[in-house]
């Protein structure tokens, strides 16, 4: 018992710098802040009565616009106070509460996993303690001490994330050929770089060849991330997949995956960044010239 104890506390509850988790917070404030900014020339339309008539699970509540948008710049206001590490925990209570608001508005209708991500991300940083470090809370003085549990539910969402979906297609028979990806490829979320490689006309075998080798390269990711010595290359791997779907499929919000390969970086190589990031921001102007006698 004493040795599951050992390990039960080494896992969630070991001390922890929390550089790593005040890196996933300004990437996830960042995403967030480009997810939700995209929604502002429709604000009404999505979230107050003048649009929305059947919210999913909730009463007819839809606020009028006026209320729409202050709800609205409110949980913009609560995602910058997040990125800054502002109140963090209460920024992160209010960002989830009003994320829910807007989640059962409109969000929820289109099912997408990406939006339960967000979720789950909010939930971890309400008891996380994610301002410890690198955020306007430290400089006050009114950072806490955080563990390791929230690093290791993300990691394991993100582990879950990849192998979950490979194994799902993997046991799926609508992915045993490659029909699934060749209708994708020219589906509703399809770019002009889909059409174009619909359009090369390639064989059957080419399809199938390219489900088989995205179904192993997921499972494969969401393995490579469990090993500290494939993690550099499991972020490169990763990083480069999701960049490319945007480029075929017109999905961007699925770069919120993204976020969370901070907690599997080493925090000197997060310290190095962060020092790098802050010369730039306080370098001095050069000095005007001296004026002549």
């Known amino acids: 018992m004493s040795v599951l104890s050992r390990f039960w506390d080494r896992t969630l509850f070991a001390p922890s710098s929390g550089v790593g988790l005040a890196a996933f917070r300004i990437a996830f404030a960042l995403f967030m802040l480009g997810y939700l900014g995209a929604m502002t020339p429709h604000v009404p339309l999505l979230f107050s009565s003048h649009g929305v008539y059947v919210p999913y699970l909730v009463p007819d509540l ?17 995602t910058v106070s997040l990125l800054v590490g502002y109140r963090t925990t209460l920024s992160a209570w209010c960002l989830c509460l009003l994320f829910a608001h807007h989640y059962f508005l409109q969000l929820a209708i289109k099912q997408s996993s990406f939006d339960r991500l ?36 993300i990691m ?4 879950a994330l990849y192998f979950g979906a490979g194994f799902w297609k993997a046991v799926n028979p609508h992915w045993h050929g490659g029909e699934m990806m060749w209708f994708t490829l020219q589906g509703m979320f399809a770019t002009d770089v889909g059409f174009a490689i619909v359009r090369l006309g390639l064989p059957a075998w080419v399809w199938d060849a390219a489900t088989i080798g995205i179904i192993v390269a997921e499972i494969v990711l969401g393995m ?16 480069f997949f999701h960049l490319a779907n945007c480029v075929i499929l017109n999905i961007p919000e699925f770069i919120i995956s993204i976020t969370p390969y901070a907690v599997f970086m080493r925090d000197e190589t997060l310290q190095r960044w962060q020092a790098r990031v802050a010369a730039l921001f306080s370098r001095a102007p050069d000095a005007p010239p001296a004026a002549s006698p």
């Open 224 to 239: 490579a991330f469990l090993f500290r010595r494939l993690r550099p290359s499991a972020i490169v791997a990763g990083t």
């Open 118 to 153: 967000i979720g789950i991300y909010l939930l971890i940083l309400c008891f996380a303690g994610a301002g410890s470090t690198w955020s306007l809370d430290a400089r006050a003085g009114r950072a806490r001490p955080t563990s390791v549990w929230a690093e290791r539910m």
């Open 62 to 78: 839809a606020p009028p616009p006026l209320g729409a948008w202050l709800l609205y710049l409110a949980m913009l206001g609560a």
């Open 156 to 159: 394991f969402q993100t582990v």
